[in-house]
């Protein structure tokens, strides 16, 4: 069965740090790349990372880079958002998403499996 599930968010003050967590039960990591999105209220879905299953190269939305580091463990298949000097406008539901694609990409559209999301919430 192929599943994405997100932990790790939560109550983060200012400047702080957070770890996310995608685990992608019936995906292969190695063939399949990952993506981070995240959606605030009354605002679109944005991405911000994403993984790519053939070279593990790697990408960052602009207000995201120097601050946000994404990997994967493809032993354990659990592809991780480590995000450090967080914002107050961080705050969002953070999702994970894959698709059978060796270049990942951050458009919503192309991503046929999501997981549930997590809250991250940074208070101004």
């Known amino acids: 069965q192929l599943q994405l599930v997100e932990s790790g968010g939560g109550l983060v003050q200012p400047g702080g740090s957070l770890r996310l967590s995608c685990a992608a039960s019936g995906f292969t990591l190695d063939y399949d790349s990952i993506a981070w999105f995240r959606q605030a209220p009354g605002k679109e879905r944005e991405g911000v990372s994403c993984?790519?299953?053939?070279?593990?190269?790697?990408k960052y939305a602009d207000s995201v880079k120097g601050r946000f580091t994404i990997s994967s463990d493809n032993a354990k298949n659990i592809v991780y958002l480590q995000m450090n000097s967080l914002k107050p406008e961080d705050t969002a539901v953070y999702y994970c998403?894959?698709?059978?694609?060796?270049?990942?990409?951050?458009?919503?559209?192309?991503?046929?499996?999501w997981g549930q999301g997590t809250q991250v919430t940074v208070p101004s």
């Open positions: 993984i790519s299953s053939g070279d593990g190269s790697t």
């Open positions: 998403a894959a698709e059978p694609t060796s270049v990942c990409y951050m458009d919503a559209l192309g991503y046929d499996y």
